[in-house]
């Protein structure tokens, strides 16, 4: 065990890919059920708080879990939006950081991964950075705002409207759309 072992610690062992599979799967497990707590930080929390003082919270939920891989920081399932909240430090703010340490590069390099995972999928994905949630939490509900206006007025998604064509009565009109489901 590891009393008896000389070296303390992490081994340098690493662990296999379907390994890596399970256990990235039963931490996702227990963080949906709750069983890990999960520790939000203050711009995390300010932007919630924000959103629902401002009543876009609707439809939306906290550490979201998506295929099997990922938690989202904040998430519209129906809708497909996905909000990410980025550490200045953690993830290696441009604006501050030229040189990134080895933490930073291995989180950016998840980031990148989540990011082309959602957008592959069809969701359309906010990047906010803590300096800006600090600095301008107005000019970030602002982006959320006009986001959410653009499936107001395109209830069917981010479809490609092929036509639309006046129904002859004021404010009517026939949309087509390329899109099977509509």
């Known amino acids: ?34 069983k890990v707590k999960q520790t939000m930080t203050k711009p995390h929390l300010l932007f919630i708080e924000t959103m629902k003082r401002e009543n876009l919270w609707q439809g939306f939920e906290n550490e979201h879990s998506i ?50 995972f959602l957008t592959d999928n069809g969701w359309q994905l906010l990047i906010f950075w803590e300096s800006d949630i600090k600095k301008n939490i107005d000019g970030c509900m602002a982006d959320v705002k006009s986001l959410l206006a653009d499936y107001r007025e395109n209830p069917w998604g981010l479809v490609e409207i092929e036509s639309i064509y006046p129904m002859g009565e004021e404010e009517t009109y026939d949309i087509e759309v390329d899109d099977p489901e509509h």
């Open 1 to 34: 065990g590891a009393a008896n072992r000389t070296t303390q610690g992490h081994t340098g062992c690493k662990h296999s890919e379907e390994t890596k599979k399970i256990l990235r799967e039963k931490t996702l497990e227990q963080i949906s059920n709750g």
């Open 67 to 116: 295929g099997g891989k990922f938690s989202i920081d904040i998430a519209h399932p129906d809708l497909k939006i996905a909000i990410e909240i980025q550490g200045d430090y953690w993830h290696a703010n441009p604006k501050y950081y030229t040189k990134r340490n080895q933490i930073q590069g291995k989180n950016i390099g998840r980031d990148k991964i989540k990011s082309k």
